[in-house]
């Protein structure tokens, strides 16, 4: 059974930076693709970056050039680089693993607990 947790969240001042990670146990597949998926307070989740079983990533328009996705496939940990945090990047992350070989993430994905990230002005 797989699992997903995800660490590295807190409380930040606009301008600093973070790193998310995510790992992941009890994968029967080293082709999987991993992503992060963020929701602010109120809002609907969306997904704002996904590296695929061969390392091609995708980040959203809304946050290109400030989040970086990378992975460890040796430790099936993954990671968010977030640069230049603003007060609305305020939000649970989401670490999302499909090993199904689909990568659809919303679908196939086996969700962790999320981490929280808290932007201060």
């Known amino acids: 059974q797989v699992q997903v947790q995800e660490s590295g969240g807190g409380s930040v001042q606009a301008g600093g930076s973070l790193r998310l990670s995510c790992t992941a146990s009890?994968?029967?597949?080293?082709?999987?693709?991993m992503g992060w998926f963020s929701q602010p307070p109120g809002k609907d989740r969306k997904r704002v970056a996904l590296?695929?079983?061969?390392?091609?990533?995708d980040i959203a328009d809304s946050v290109k050039g400030r989040f970086t996705i990378s992975q460890d496939k040796a430790k099936n940990t993954g990671y968010l680089q977030i640069d230049g945090l603003i007060p609305d990047d305020t939000a649970m992350y989401y670490c999302?693993?499909?090993?199904?070989?689909?990568?659809?993430?919303?679908?196939?994905?086996?969700w962790g607990q999320g981490t929280r990230v808290t932007v201060s002005s």
């Open positions: 999302v693993v499909d090993e199904s070989g689909h990568c659809s993430l919303a679908v196939f994905g086996v």
């Open positions: 009890g994968l029967t597949y080293s082709n999987y693709c």
């Open positions: 590296i695929d079983s061969d390392g091609r990533t």
